[in-house]
């Protein structure tokens, strides 16, 4: 059996995360959606054993949003994203591919 590394679950979450966002319809209604369905596939990685539970993308993506921000994660980062983008005039969506774009460049080369 191939063992699956912590930079092979880092790449198949920004490989995920780039097809959602050509197809959103395909992946999610809501950016809670997302969440939720980035936060399944971080927990299918850990029960095989390839990243501890605080280093996957939903735990990393809400500290680093938060060191970032300043937005509160206490709801999750789908909310905090949408009150950064409400303030901003902004679309939800946009503002998580960019801000999500500029976190995985950072986390891929931790």
Known sequence: MTSISDSDYKSFCSDLIQR???KPGMYFKSLKDLEYLLYGHQEAFEKLGAILH???????FADWLHSLTGESNAAGWAFALEELAKN???DPLVVFA???GQFIAEWRSM
Not at 54 to 60: A, D, P, S, V
Request: cysteine-free.
């Open 20 to 22: 959602a966002m050509e």
């Open 54 to 60: 605080l280093n996957g993308f939903y735990f990393r």
């Open 88 to 90: 901003k005039k902004e």
């Open 98 to 100: 960019m801000l999500a």
